[in-house]
């Protein structure tokens, strides 16, 4: 879009991990460590909006990934800039024009299934109908390259555990990997992350030929995110709820869970899923 500059965003940083003593089951006091979490409260135009909980790697994709999925903003150009500052623990964002009867907007919030109680403006179903998601695919052995290059990814998860890991993939190659304290924080910042982020075309990044991959469970709201970011095909390394398989399934979206070393369950799309069977090796058949 031209004629518009992205929005500026400042860098603050903040320590993601700490280490703290504790007492093992031998009775020895050892270090270990623990993820950070911290509170950040967003203000939009002077307004205050909400507050979330996040461990704080990227605050300022966080919070334009959360005003986009929310629905709050309907273009990256709609954002002036994003401050934010750990010393208060706040984000002030600026539009370039406001927001549109932001109050009614946000007068109803769902408190949803997400780590530290995540929630959403509005109803979980709104314009759920109007999605049109590409005819992409993904093979088996794309499924397997991305389940692997997961397992062998440098995380906070592995040092500290109590974190939600997630990632954008092109085939089976990652572009981005994010942790925070909640599976719908690590997906708002994607979500920012494809907004600031060009393509060869200049444009934002496209969901159309990719796939997301979440440590958590799809839920609802899991799957309406990665429907809205126009992502086709999301993977889990835990299940689906009922709630997650009706909407990937009224939008046509490809959900893949329990996604463990050779194993899988498609729950949906399956036509979006190119299986080869012959590399989940050979199947132990039971002793009579």
């Known amino acids: ?131 049109a998601l590409p005819p992409a695919t993904l093979r088996q052995s794309q499924l397997y390259g991305i389940v692997n290059a997961i397992r062998t990814q440098e995380s906070i998860y592995k040092a500290a555990g109590s974190v939600h890991g997630c990632a954008l993939f092109q085939g089976d190659e990652m572009l981005v990997f994010i942790e925070d304290v909640g599976r719908h924080n690590a997906i708002d910042t994607i979500a920012g992350w494809m907004w600031m982020n060009r393509s060869a075309d200049g444009e934002s990044v496209s969901g159309a030929d990719k796939v997301f991959y979440t440590t958590g469970r799809l839920t609802s709201e899991m799957v309406i995110k990665a429907a809205q970011m126009g992502v086709p095909i999301v993977v889990s390394r835990s299940g689906i709820t009922e709630m997650g398989l009706e909407v990937a399934q009224r939008v046509g979206l490809c959900a893949i869970g329990r996604a463990t070393h050779k194993r899988f369950l498609c729950y949906s799309a399956l036509e979006r899923l190119q299986l080869e069977p012959e590399l989940a090796g050979a199947r132990l058949r039971a002793v009579a």
């Open 1 to 131: 879009m031209t004629g518009f500059e992205l929005p500026r965003l400042t860098q603050a940083d903040a320590p993601l991990t700490r280490e703290v003593l504790v007492v093992n089951e031998w009775g020895e006091t050892v270090s270990s460590t623990i993820p950070c979490e911290r509170a950040l409260t967003v203000y939009v135009d002077k307004r205050e909006l909400v507050t979330l909980m996040t461990l704080g790697g990227h605050p300022e994709l966080l919070v334009l990934g959360f005003l986009r999925n929310q629905r709050l903003v309907q273009s990256v150009h709609d954002i002036e800039s994003i401050t934010v500052d750990w010393e208060v623990g706040a984000a002030a964002v600026k539009t370039r024009q406001g927001i549109q009867d932001i109050e009614q907007r946000t007068a109803k919030r769902v408190v949803t299934t997400g780590c530290g109680q995540g929630s959403v403006f509005g109803g979980l179903m709104d314009d759920v109908d109007r999605i």
